[in-house]
């Protein structure tokens, strides 16, 4: 099997296992409202998954194998709080690695830390996000590690929804993004598994091309 159609093979898996787990729902006529406002036909959530063993660990194994094939040098896995911290924990533990996470600010008390875990000037890390939307948080997670002088070597998540926007921000901050599964695959596992109907289909994808307009 060529690695294309593994990658698609796993990723058709994703979204198969998301959508039947109830981590991806789709409603187009009673749209999601997101915290910026958007009007969203979905709602991913796939801390959903570390509940359910099998798929858990199926995730897991597949995001280490992703770190193992394009990083092989990476010296540790770090979280994005807070979604991505059990599965950054999950990838270092398979792959015997260091974990850390980081913060999205710093702890208001104590030690004040921005990034968690034993951090080493110079240190080759692999960061881990469960979702990528415009790919905002993740970045800043990236650049905080930066300033810390990590070496960030790329990024992973479970699902991305493929906004032009987030391709536009991760070729701009330099930072590879590796995603096993996406908006437009799950569209195909969702119309063949009858979550949605053929005639959804072209408004579905116009959300994803437009999310701040699309309005149903």
């Known amino acids: 099997m060529g690695i294309v159609q593994k990658e ?10 998301l959508l039947s787990i109830g981590a991806i ?28 063993p099998e798929i858990r660990t199926f995730i897991r194994q597949s995001l280490a194998e992703v770190v193992r094939s394009k990083y092989p040098e990476a010296e540790a896995i770090a979280g994005v709080a807070t979604a991505g911290i059990p599965q950054g924990a999950l ?29 080493t000037e110079g240190q080759k890390v692999v960061v881990v996000e469960d979702l990528v939307s415009t790919g905002g948080s993740s970045l800043k997670a990236a650049a905080d590690l930066k300033a810390a002088n990590i070496e960030v070597l790329g990024m992973l998540a479970i699902f991305t929804y493929g906004f032009p926007v987030a391709a536009e921000n991760f070729k701009n901050a330099n930072i590879e993004l590796h995603c096993l599964s996406n908006y437009s695959v799950m569209l195909e596992k969702a119309l063949e598994m009858d979550y949605i109907h053929p005639g959804d289909v072209s408004s579905l994808e116009e959300w994803r091309k437009d999310p701040a307009s699309w309005n149903g």
Do not use: Q
């Open 25 to 52: 729902k789709l409603n187009k006529e009673t749209p999601f409202t997101w915290a910026s406002g958007w009007k969203s036909p979905i709602y991913c959530d796939n801390r959903l998954s570390l509940s359910f």
């Open 8 to 17: 698609k093979d796993i990723a058709l898996k994703i979204a198969s296992d």
């Open 91 to 119: 990838i270092a533990d398979e792959l015997g690695l260091p974990f850390i996470y980081v913060r999205s600010k710093p702890k208001g008390h104590g030690m004040t830390n921005l990034i968690e875990g034993k951090v």
